[in-house]
């Protein structure tokens, strides 16, 4: 069964620095996500990707985070100067489409990124 | 912007107990219904979901919810718990919009343990 993978699985990183999270999702769905865990809180959306541009976002994607997908097959997350907050389980999900019968998203496996 | 609660953190049930956990949302228009489970060490994985027709959605492992409108709630329900359902419950649910790709709002999700 096709699946969303996502690199690495655990990112180190220091204070200020830029970090990539990749992202391949299902080869034929049309629509991908970003969304964030930071311990023991809610699962949080941050972006959805459609046809080259940002569909939806929400006010955690500040300037700091931008997206995209440099080629057919991988979706970057990057950050631009991370902060310690940052700190986080980073998940990409990927749907067919939009319509209710075509809009499941697909999760990946998540990378741990941890600001230090 | 909709938000999602789901009132049990953390449930202990002995093999073969029933079931129900949780999840109400508030949002004023017409939303998509979700739960999600997450296995140990795995990918969060679709369990069933409601868009419309009958408010009773069955899913797979022998899980169902009820969507009701008047309630605005959508509860998880086994009948017998396995052993084999230990793992993260989250209720999430993104509003019916004009087509674009709408990320999803999580509840904080419930931690289930089944003791054998």
């Known amino acids: 069964e096709p699946e969303v993978t996502q690199t690495p699985s655990h990112q180190v990183t220091q204070m200020g620095q830029e970090v990539i999270l990749r992202c391949v999702p299902i080869?034929?769905?049309?629509?991908f996500y970003w969304y964030r865990q930071i311990l023991g809180q809610k699962v949080e959306f941050l972006v959805s990707?459609?046809?080259?541009?940002?569909?939806?976002k929400s006010e955690i994607f500040d300037d700091q985070f931008s997206v995209e997908r440099p080629d057919g097959s991988n979706f970057t997350l990057k950050i631009r100067s991370t902060k310690l907050e940052d700190s986080a389980m980073y998940f990409c999900?990927?749907?067919?489409?939009?319509?209710?019968?075509?809009?499941?998203?697909?999760f990946g496996p998540g990378t741990r990124l941890t600001v230090l | 912007a909709q938000s999602v609660s789901q009132h049990n953190h953390h449930v202990i049930l002995s093999e073969a107990a029933s079931l129900e956990l949780g999840c109400n949302y508030s949002?004023?228009?017409?939303?998509?219904l979700f739960w999600y489970v997450q296995y140990p060490g795995q990918h969060l994985q679709l369990l069933l979901k409601?868009?419309?027709?009958?408010?009773l959605v069955k899913g797979i492992k022998g899980f169902e919810a009820e969507f009701i409108k008047s309630k605005f709630s959508f509860n998880l329900r086994k009948p017998s718990v396995q052993w084999s359902d230990t793992a993260e419950y989250f209720c999430?649910?993104?509003?019916?919009?004009?087509?674009?790709?709408?990320?999803?709002?999580f509840g904080k999700g419930t931690h289930l343990i089944i003791q054998p």
């Open positions: 999900a990927s749907s067919e489409g939009v319509r209710e019968d075509t809009d499941t998203q697909y």
């Open positions: 080869s034929n769905h049309l629509y």
């Open positions: 990707f459609y046809n080259n541009e940002i569909s939806e």
């Open positions: 949002y004023g228009g017409t939303v998509n």
């Open positions: 409601y868009f419309s027709g009958d408010p």
């Open positions: 999430a649910v993104n509003k019916v919009s004009g087509g674009g790709a709408d990320g999803l709002t």
